[in-house]
């Protein structure tokens, strides 16, 4: 059994399993809805071939291709948040609610799409260009230099656009970071991403409503949001992972996997329930904590 490589020459690899096999297939399915069909990255049965000395960086199908893939999750983002703008007008939303929502999925949907964009050095810009697009929008309806109502009734909680400035920019600004630091191929990002969207987020909601015992060190968190923060943090993140797996951008052995998630989300639930609102935004604290947690624990 050969497998290409990016010299263009072949090498021998190891009969597959039967697992390698469902995830080649999973992982060639979806290679295949999203690989240019012709050309770099063009598909000859199981193998990707790429003509040597041409990277697939430089060929204008891949910027063209990348460009396409940005439009589309730029228009997910638009589409998401005039969604929960219009549940919340109809009041099916509470604005609280909507805004925690976006939250969650934003993030999440935002790491889902990533595998869709091609595999030269690139791609990660044309990701982040779908935050760094958001992050104007925040920043010129928070100075209220435009007034886009459908974005602050769905992102902000209580309708004042200077609140875009503060969560939902450090949000966004997060966002882009993973994007060009960590990208698809390290779990550093997809925990970090994991951990601010489907922890804090979920904290947030479930504290909201069954908040009742507050945590002795901090009476504005409580035991509620902070265990649904440790379970929904580990479980959203080690599903991330595992797509993460499948597609092949991560290689993982899950017996040390999983216990290095729940100390990454542990570490992440204690720092989110401390009082350091008022110093540093948990949109900036949770997934900065967690990208160290994770850059020492999944490095070692
Ligand atoms: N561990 C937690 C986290 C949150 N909450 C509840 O959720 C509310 C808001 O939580 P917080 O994370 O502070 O949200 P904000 O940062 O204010 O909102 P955002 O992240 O959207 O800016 C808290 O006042 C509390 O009622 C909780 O009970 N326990
Ligand atoms: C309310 C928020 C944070 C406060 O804690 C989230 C703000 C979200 C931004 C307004 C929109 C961000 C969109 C993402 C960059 C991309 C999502 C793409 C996906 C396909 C929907």
Redesign the pocket.
Known sequence: MFSSSSSGFLRRTPPPTSTTIFKQITKDSVRFLCTPKFGIGQRLGRFVVVPRGVSAATTAQDLVYNAGATVAVLGGAYALVRAFDDLTRREILQQGLS??LV?ILSGLLFLVSWPIFSNSNEARYFAAFVPLVNCLRLLVNGLSLASDEGLIKSVT?EGDPQELL??PLYYVVILMLCAVVFWRESSVGVVSLAMMCGG?GV??II??RY?SMKIPYNH???W???IS?LVFGFLVTLGMLYYYSVLGHVQLDWVSTVPRVALVAFVATVV??LPI?EVV???ISVPLVTMAVASFTFQH
Request: proline share 0%; hydrophobic share 10%.
């Open positions: 805004r925690k939250h909680r503060r969560g804090d904290a947030d504290g909201r908040g504005k968190k409580s509620a949001g902070s923060m989110e329930s609102t935004d948990d949109n």
